[in-house]
């Protein structure tokens, strides 16, 4: 399984960026696929996730209405378009993937591959 995310970049605040996250090696419709960020100092934080069937999405508070996971199962990429960023949004995005999901799927520990991080910069 490998996951690649791309996308990240430095942008004003209010602006907007696209992450994508690309997949090889897994069935996208029987697997959850997340977004996390690190920001530095700080522990790694949910963001969004999807679910196999791409109907059940879960988002962090603070993202929620800003923010949209999404997935397109014939290019095994999975997006996160963000608006309206905000500098506290500022951190390296990561997307992961589960093939199970026992308890809370916002848990990071419950995700067995990860990408590579795409670094956002909010910022004026």
């Known amino acids: 399984v490998q996951l690649q995310a791309y996308g990240g970049g430095l942008v004003q605040p209010g602006g907007s960026l696209r992450l994508s996250c690309a997949a090889s090696?897994?069935?996208?419709?029987?697997?959850?696929i997340g977004w996390f960020r690190q920001a530095p100092g700080n522990e790694r934080e949910f963001v969004a996730n999807?679910?196999?069937?791409?109907?059940?999405?879960y988002y962090k508070d603070s993202v929620k209405g800003r923010f949209t996971i999404s997935r397109d199962s014939a290019k095994k990429t999975v997006y996160l378009q963000m608006n309206s960023l905000k500098p506290e949004d500022t951190a390296d995005y990561y997307c992961?993937?589960?093939?199970?999901?026992?308890?809370?799927?916002?848990?990071?520990?419950?995700?067995?591959?990860w990408g590579q991080g795409t670094q956002v910069t909010v910022s004026s």
């Open positions: 992961a993937a589960a093939r199970n999901i026992d308890g809370d799927a916002r848990d990071p520990h419950q995700y067995e591959f």
């Open positions: 090696g897994v069935t996208l419709a029987s697997t959850y």
């Open positions: 999807i679910n196999g069937n791409g109907i059940i999405k």
